[in-house]
């Protein structure tokens, strides 16, 4: 009987581990389908094939704080700032020169008063720091601006080239697009735009930047559709230089 008994218990402990490892494979193959959409959710196409996130690419730091409204008091500052002074000068017709010079005349004057009537109040005359603009800064600025316009005519010169039909054709439009746009407003107010956008558009594009993303690869997929019937059809067809030629044999 005591054999029988053993044996019973034996048998239910083996029963009991089947059903264990049953379930563990079971729970752990959910598991894994349950990791699989996070895993092609990490894998989905970035904006531009960005791959860090927006604050990260728009350089950290304090900068991209402000950018992104991190430091809503100094965001709002700035915006504020800027367009008061958009519209001092658009709607209000007020000149930079007539700006400047009048803010210098009204400094000038304050601290002239202050300085004399300090004696007479027995206050502390204003103290003016010796601002020295260190020279090393203005040659890395100077080197910067040699490098991005040496860039620039580098740039220029391979797309005249005529190595790149598509670049030719992209920037050909985006210049077109440029000027049309540059004749609806006056340049102070084309440069408060582009501002305003830079102060907007990236923080709702962090957040709803997968809805954002989805549409883009969308646009894109079909703007490369469209882009390769068009060279088929009439890019090829176009005759290239002597240059090109060269290049290809």
């Not at 990260?56 to 504020?80: E, F, H, P, T, Y």
């Not at 690869?217 to 290239?240: F, G, S, T």
Request: proline share 3%; glycine share 6%; net charge positive.
């Amino acid at each position: 009987m005591m054999a029988e008994v053993d044996h019973k218990s034996m048998a239910e402990r083996i029963t009991e581990k089947i059903h264990e490892y049953k379930g563990s494979s079971s729970s752990s193959s959910s598991d894994s389908e349950g990791e699989r959409p996070s895993a092609r959710g990490s894998r989905k196409k970035r904006l531009f094939g960005r791959r860090e996130s927006v604050h990260n690419v728009l350089g950290g730091g304090k900068s991209a704080d402000i950018i992104l409204w991190r430091n809503k008091q100094m965001s709002g500052s700035i915006v504020a700032g800027v367009t008061v002074i958009w519209l001092l000068f658009e709607w209000m017709g007020y000149h930079l020169l007539s700006f400047i010079c009048n803010a210098l005349i009204l400094m000038l004057a304050v601290l002239f008063i202050w300085s004399n009537a300090a004696s007479f109040v027995n206050r502390s005359p204003p103290s003016f720091p010796e601002v020295i603009l260190p020279e090393d800064l203005f040659l890395t600025v100077a080197h910067s601006v040699r490098r991005e316009i040496n860039e620039a005519f580098i740039t220029f010169r391979y797309i005249a080239s005529g190595n790149d039909l598509k670049t030719f054709m992209m920037t050909i439009g985006g210049l077109w697009v440029v000027s049309v746009i540059g004749s609806w407003f006056s340049f102070l107010t084309l440069c408060y735009i582009v501002f305003v956008a830079m102060y907007t558009l990236p923080v709702l594009y962090e957040k709803y930047e997968d809805h954002v993303d989805t549409v883009a690869e969308k646009a894109m997929v079909q703007i490369n559709k469209h882009y390769k019937v068009l060279d088929a059809k009439v890019l090829q067809k176009i005759p290239r230089g002597p240059f090109v030629d060269k290049k290809q044999h």
